[in-house]
């Protein structure tokens, strides 16, 4: 019970820091956070309370191509380890098949036993060119023509900037390195900047509810919202789209 107390207590304090630090470096913006709070929780709440409708759900008329990649996920029985949740091939095929055959960079984070690497290179076609992130120096051992290997920790800043030297431009970025929120934060800050146009950012493993990552995303989903603001000068009050990156 006392450990229970404690670990509140700590995390108590990390709220009141984290919260100080963001009136200091943006009232306005933390302003408008503590605003929409309620309807945080309130949305939080319902989804913890609501009860769904139970059903089939209807098919689609169209039919569904053949997700090659689960495929090879199924097929795969011996070699480098292929480390992947099921469910994120459907989102996979989804995202990633329209850059079948064509000459796209793809940067996952996370080599671990090099499986997913040739994954990537199979599916992708030769026309790929892949990069791999690893922090453990033996994961070089993967890298070949086609397949550029950094080693180097994902929360460090200067890491990354080394990396985007040699990687001129991203098209696909999969982040499944440490999943702490910190190095998804610093990671996602330092190459969707760098991902081209109509490219796909992936980020896996986002655990746990509270999770500091979760927040920062639904914070930086606010630009996508943000259609207009009312011109208060205005006579007439008329509306202005906002120029968003997103």
Request: aromatic share 14%; proline share 5%; hydrophobic share 40%.
């Amino acid at each position: 019970m006392k450990l229970f107390i404690l670990e509140r207590l700590k995390k108590a304090i990390k709220a009141v820091k984290g919260l100080f630090r963001s009136v200091m470096a943006s009232p306005k913006l933390t302003v408008r956070a503590a605003v929409a709070l309620p309807y945080t929780v309130r949305g939080m709440q319902f989804g913890r309370e609501a009860t769904f409708t139970n059903g089939a759900q209807l098919a689609d008329k169209n039919p569904v191509p053949p997700n090659e990649m689960a495929a090879y996920f199924e097929s795969h029985q011996e070699g480098p380890g292929i480390w992947k949740w099921r469910h994120y091939f459907d989102i996979y095929q989804r995202h990633f098949n329209r850059f079948v055959g064509r000459e796209v960079h793809v940067l996952e984070i996370g080599i671990y036993s090099g499986g997913s690497l040739l994954m990537w290179k199979e599916y992708f076609g030769e026309n790929a060119k892949i990069y791999g992130v690893d922090i453990h120096e033996s994961c070089r051992a993967f890298e070949d023509e086609r397949t550029k290997v950094f080693i180097g920790d994902q929360a460090d800043r200067s890491f990354w900037a080394d990396v985007k030297k040699t990687a001129p431009f991203i098209d696909i970025v999969i982040d499944d390195g440490g999943h702490l929120p910190e190095q998804q934060l610093v990671t996602l800050e330092e190459l969707l900047p760098h991902v081209r146009p109509g490219g796909v950012y992936f980020c896996e493993d986002i655990h746990h509810n509270f999770n500091d990552f979760a927040a920062y995303v639904q914070g930086l989903s606010d630009n996508l919202n943000e259609f207009h603001r009312w011109n208060v000068g205005s006579p007439l009050r008329a509306a202005h789209s906002t120029p968003s990156t997103f």
